[in-house]
């Protein structure tokens, strides 16, 4: 199949697209959320343009060549699943489906099976929360979100105040606090790292990724990150530099040299009070000495 402009399909600027992304987490199945009883779904038929993405839809990057293959599959077999929208006035959201609603569109089809939610969509926190774990829950059991999304989705979450607290987040999502603190520090990681976890999804252990962003110096950060991708290093490796790093700054004195000049840095919090001020004249002493 030829290929054609995805935008038009996925109908949302580049920047827009990856907005979408920014309000989505994980938690339990689908089936408590979409309940596939027949009393619950309208089964019909309507026209792609009339319908609208999921705010909260967590999918940050699509592949272009496994939407095309998508595309090529329904045009030649048909859509052998509906997608799952809910009413928003003369409108609808789609809450699963979002990859085959962009393929139908790539092959020009007018019209898409659905099954529709009958409750209206209503623009408040509990719908809100709502569209969140429907649209994370469909991407999660197609395809695993990875670190990236999830930290941008909680991250989202906790800036629109869906969720007011990190604990409160991690029982809507069934996981621990500790497991969402560290999901949601993979954000302070570099800008080349963020980018490679946007676009080819290299790493998604959230340990490792946690291991990382503890890192201050960037040059380091990205030059562990790319070894670990390349397999040259593990996550244990990179757990390895950083109690190095903590045990060095924990000593109470250290000194940097370099061509012209050399500092001391002193940790006066591991100095006993009565011993700071003979500290300091002794320092003194010294560099008076060498005045010389």
């Not at 003369?90 to 990859?99: E, K, L, Q, S, T």
Request: charged share 30%; aromatic share 6%.
């Amino acid at each position: 199949m030829k290929k054609k402009d995805l935008s038009a399909s996925i109908k949302l600027s580049k920047s827009n697209f990856l907005n979408a992304a920014k309000g989505a987490a994980l938690t339990q199945d689908l089936g408590d959320l979409l309940s596939t009883e027949e009393s619950k779904f309208e089964k019909v038929f309507i026209n792609v343009d009339l319908i609208e993405d999921n705010p909260f839809q967590p999918r940050i990057y699509i592949s272009e060549d496994s939407l095309l293959e998508l595309a090529s599959s329904i045009e030649a077999d048909g859509l052998l699943q509906p997608i799952i929208v809910q009413k928003k006035e003369n409108a609808y959201i789609v809450i699963a489906g979002h990859r085959r609603l962009y393929a139908t569109r790539l092959i020009n089809q007018k019209n898409i099976w659905v099954n529709i939610i009958e409750e209206e969509f209503s623009d408040t926190t509990i719908n809100d929360k709502l569209l969140f774990k429907k649209a994370a829950i469909e991407n999660l059991q197609r395809e695993q979100l990875d670190p990236l999304e999830l930290a941008i989705s909680c991250t989202n979450a906790m800036t629109k105040e869906l969720y007011l607290t990190k604990e409160e987040l991690s029982q809507a999502l069934n996981k621990s606090r500790t497991f969402i603190v560290k999901v949601m520090s993979i954000v302070k990681l570099s800008k080349s790292i963020l980018t490679d976890l946007n676009v080819n999804k290299s790493i998604k252990d959230v340990e490792s990724l946690y291991e990382l962003q503890k890192i201050k110096d960037i040059k380091i950060q990205e030059e562990l990150y790319f070894k670990l991708v390349s397999q040259e290093i593990t996550r244990d490796y990179i757990r390895e530099h950083n109690k190095k790093k903590k045990d060095t700054s924990n000593e109470v004195f250290s000194m940097k040299k370099t061509k012209n000049n050399i500092s001391l840095s002193i940790d006066l919090k591991q100095v006993p009070k009565d011993k700071i001020t003979q500290l300091e004249e002794s320092i003194k002493l010294l560099i008076e000495e060498y005045k010389r």
